[in-house]
């Protein structure tokens, strides 16, 4: 199992999260807010952490940790036939490095290009 940390509340990122448990059926994922403190603790997760991007975390051995593009391409790893679409996206030429500026922007502009959201419409 997996933990994905998300913003939750960032409407991308609950829709990001939301897609990903139809995906995943529960089968490989939990999904834990960055707002939640006492979780993130648990594995030395700071919220300063968080600022730089979605995290992975692997129970089994909770010091192998994904973070921001990174993350993005485990999880898509982790699926059903996702080896083969990270594996494709990674050999074509120059893709890596522009996924990472566009997640970078993302990222820092979450808020203003896709909103916040509050308690009542961000439960996953």
């Known amino acids: 199992m997996y933990s994905v940390i998300y913003d939750a509340t960032c409407n991308l990122c609950v829709t990001f999260v939301r897609l990903l448990k139809q995906?995943?059926?529960?089968?490989?994922?939990?999904?834990?807010?960055?707002?939640?403190?006492?979780?993130?603790?648990?594995?030395?997760?700071?919220?300063?952490?968080?600022?730089?991007?979605?995290?992975?975390?692997d129970h089994e051995t909770p010091t192998q940790r994904w973070q921001g593009t990174a993350a993005a391409e485990e999880i898509g790893r982790l699926l059903p036939m996702g080896e083969a679409v990270v594996a494709a996206y990674?050999?074509?030429?120059?893709?890596?490095?522009?996924?990472?500026?566009?997640?970078?922007?993302?990222?820092?502009?979450?808020?203003?290009?896709?909103?916040?959201?509050?308690?009542?419409?961000?439960?996953?």
């Not at 995906?23 to 730089?52: H, K, S």
């Not at 030429?93 to 820092?108: Q, S």
């Open 90 to 124: 990674r050999a074509l030429p120059g893709m890596k490095p522009l996924g990472d500026r566009v997640y970078d922007y993302v990222r820092d502009n979450r808020y203003t290009l896709f909103g916040r959201c509050d308690a009542d419409n961000c439960r996953i």
């Open 23 to 57: 995906l995943d059926g529960g089968a490989r994922f939990t999904y834990v807010p960055m707002q939640d403190e006492a979780a993130l603790g648990q594995w030395g997760i700071t919220a300063a952490d968080c600022e730089q991007g979605m995290i992975l975390v």
